[in-house]
Nanobody, 113 residues
Framework: QVQLVESGGGLVQAGGSLRLSCAASKSFNVMGWYRQAPGKQRELVAAISSFGSANLADSVKGRFTISRDNAKNTVYLQMNSLKPEDTAVYYC??????????WGQGTQVTVSS
């Protein structure tokens, strides 16, 4: 059974930083992060391929960085200059070669103004 274990969420003031980590029990072609705020749909934040090609949502470009360590099957999301509107539950996502989506349990990120 695939496991995605997230860590690093928490409460931070606006302008602060957090780093999320997601360790997978196996390797995946694409790993990334989605977020879901109360009353809103889940949205893609960032994704990165095993080759290092990254894609970030326009709302986080210049503030967030996604990276991965293939040897550890781990993906990271460095979040800087956080804003209150970044408050959401952040979910790790991993897509296998059959295009099946796998999800972590979610980690809460709260940015206070």
């Amino acid at each position: 059974q695939v496991q995605l274990v997230e860590s690093g969420g928490g409460l931070v003031q606006a302008g602060g930083s957090l780093r999320l980590s997601c360790a997978a029990s196996k390797s995946f072609n694409v790993m990334g992060w989605y977020r879901q705020a109360p009353g809103k749909q889940r949205e893609l934040v960032a994704a990165i391929s095993s080759f290092g090609s990254a894609n970030l949502a326009d709302s986080v470009k210049g503030r967030f960085t996604i990276s991965r360590d293939n040897a550890k099957n781990t993906v990271y999301l460095q979040m800087n200059s956080l804003k209150p509107e970044d408050t959401a539950v952040y979910y790790c996502n991993a897509v296998d070669r059959f295009l099946n989506n796998n999800w972590g349990q979610g980690t809460q990120v709260t940015v206070s103004s």
